[in-house]
């Protein structure tokens, strides 16, 4: 299901037909901040201890109109305890199986969160125990699981996965979405912004849910009494000077922003990054788009062009600047 799907049916879905398994998938870099949404409000729904959105909404509001940091919404644990998280960094499988199974105090329900990432490999070999603990009846803890993508995991767990449990597809944001995105988040907190205002946040931003979701924190808390962020608040408040990264340049590129990708392109040279690595992460990208499409014409048009920007720098026809410049222009009329 999409998360969308997954809002409507936590809702009405009763506590106790509530499935012992959750997969959130997605690419971690584009919507970890919706994975991360998704676990609130599912902890919040088994155990009462999360705070949703509208909690957080009200307790900001009374931030704002009694100046104080207490707030009278507050957070209803019932003695239940936070997600327990397990990730690839420090993965005890004993400790993680211990969880799972054993009985919690007083008997309340708990979450227990396994960040896969992009460890397909682990899932894989994890498919025997986890069999085993679905075709149980696990009173009380029920498992969440990150993940970025379910296509190399064998075809016998998705089965079970999707039999045992509720897979929610985390999609990315499009660019073209994002201002509307925006609005709605500050919407929560009862703050407006114009369309131009979250365009330029975007374009200030770049398309990580996740940064952009801390940043709309820190304007709602700076703008604490006033209830529009203006463009002049986007240009003073929000850093110009961000990273970008080569994936995004390759979004700009097929998404044919021009302007865009001229300056991430820039941008990448000036903080140092080699163009071999730049070429190559390109050709990697713009392989998968084009086969996504299933445009061959458009994938060899794509490599002859990556090519003659190769050669013209190995053969100092171009500096590396140009090169680039050329090619980004080039890829962007061809697509």
């Known amino acids: 299901m999409l998360f969308s799907e997954f809002l409507k049916q936590i809702k009405s879905c009763p506590a106790k037909d509530m499935p012992p398994l959750y997969i959130f ?45 207490e707030s009278r919404a507050s957070n209803v644990s019932n003695g239940a ?28 329900p708990r979450l227990a969160l396994l960040n896969i990432a992009d460890k397909n490999d682990f899932i894989n070999k994890m498919e025997k125990p986890l069999s085993d603990y679905l075709a149980g009846r696990t009173f009380f803890t029920r498992l969440a699981i990150f993940v970025d993508k ?33 609005a709605s988040q500050l919407g929560v907190y009862g703050k ?8 330029l946040l975007v374009e200030k931003s770049g398309g990580d849910l996740a940064r952009i979701d801390e940043t709309l924190k820190k304007l709602v808390l700076f703008h604490r009494n006033e209830s529009v962020i203006s463009d002049e608040s986007i240009r003073d408040f929000v850093d110009t000077e961000r990273d970008f990264d080569i994936n995004e340049l390759t979004n700009a590129i097929v998404s044919r922003q021009t302007a865009l990708a001229l300056k991430i392109a820039d941008r990448l040279l000036q ?19 084009a086969r996504r499409r299933n445009d061959k014409t458009l994938l060899l048009s794509r490599y002859n062009k990556l090519l003659v920007a190769d050669m013209a720098i190995k053969t100092g026809r171009l500096p590396e600047e140009l090169a680039l410049q050329t090619l980004v222009v080039k890829l962007i009329r061809a697509s």
């Open 25 to 69: 998938t997605g690419p971690a870099k584009q919507v970890s901040e919706l994975k991360e949404k998704g676990l609130r409000i599912l902890s919040h729904r088994l155990t009462g201890l999360e705070l949703t959105d509208h909690v957080r909404s009200e307790r900001l509001k009374d931030n704002q109109t009694t100046g104080s940091s």
């Open 150 to 182: 379910l296509e190399s995991v064998a075809a016998s767990l998705i089965r079970l996965l999707n039999t045992k449990g509720w897979v929610i597809e985390c999609e990315p944001v499009s660019e073209e979405r994002l201002p509307g995105w925006i």
């Open 192 to 199: 407006k912004i114009s369309p131009s205002a979250a365009r």
């Open 271 to 289: 903080k140092g990054e080699p163009v071999n690595k730049i070429l190559g992460f390109l050709r990697t990208g713009l392989a998968y788009d």
């Open 81 to 108: 305890e936070p997600p327990r998280r397990f990730d690839m960094a420090n993965f005890s499988e004993p400790e993680f199986w211990t969880e799972l199974y054993a009985v919690p105090f007083l008997n309340q």
